[in-house]
């Protein structure tokens, strides 16, 4: 269910999240079913989580049922909205949010706290996982799905929509999408080497005589003579 919102450690915050609704538009009546939190510091999740089921106080469309299962009667046993928001909007704190496809999860959010009387989230708050994808990958497909089998992330046991599933998913491929694991690790590794120099001892060499020797001369001369209108004959 919920966990402390504060990371404890330190370090940069941030939240990725992701709903489920009842249909696609919350102008026309749609509800937030399901919402799914996890915190990352520093890109990595820390495993504390948010996560509620939400009763929508209206029906399920047929529509949205097959996307993510949950059904009117099982969501008639959770809390309203209005139950959950304070927990929600603690956990998430002022901290940016990851978002696959953000005008939508905001959209609904900020409809859901809206009618409650908070003021909206502001949408540049939310990094668009899919508008980052579709940089990376120009005309690639850009759902999670396709996403986590181009990182080889292991999806299996997503057989619908599940919003802190999702969430969970969405965070390791946030990290790919931002250069991964690997390049971090290197990265920091460097930076550790520049705050930390190695001290490289030389060895001073001998000084070199620039004096030729009398075979050096001698080779030049003959050397000169074989040529055409040589510099140096018209010196001398």
């Not at 990851?98 to 708050?125: S, Y």
Request: net charge negative; with cysteine.
């Amino acid at each position: 269910m919920a966990a402390a919102a504060e990371s404890g450690g330190g370090g940069m915050r941030e939240i990725v999240l992701d709903t489920e609704t009842t249909g696609l538009d919350p102008a026309a009546g749609h509800r937030i079913v399901e919402i799914g939190c996890v915190e990352l510091i520093n890109h990595l999740p820390t495993g504390r989580h948010f996560h509620r089921y939400v009763n929508p106080e209206r029906d399920m469309p047929t529509e949205a049922f097959a996307v993510h299962g949950l059904s009117a009667e099982f969501l008639a046993g959770h809390p309203v909205f209005a139950e959950v928001v304070g927990d929600f909007l603690e956990f998430i704190g002022n901290d940016p949010l990851v978002i696959h496809n953000a005008d939508f999860d905001m959209g609904f959010v900020n409809a859901e706290i809206g009618r409650l009387g908070f003021p909206p989230l502001p949408r540049q708050r939310a990094v668009d996982t899919v508008a980052i994808a579709r940089r990376r990958f120009p005309g690639a497909q850009a759902n999670l799905d396709a996403l986590c089998r181009r990182f080889e992330i292991d999806n299996s046991s997503r057989t619908k929509h599940g919003a802190l599933l999702d969430a969970e998913l969405l965070a390791e491929v946030y990290l790919e999408l931002i250069g991964g694991r690997q390049p971090g690790l290197e990265l920091a590794a460097v930076r550790a080497a520049i705050a930390s120099p190695t001290a490289i001892v030389r060895e001073p060499r001998p000084a070199r005589p620039h004096a030729p020797s009398p075979d050096e001369l001698e080779a030049h001369q003959a050397f000169v003579a074989k040529l055409k209108n040589a510099l140096w004959s018209q010196a001398e």
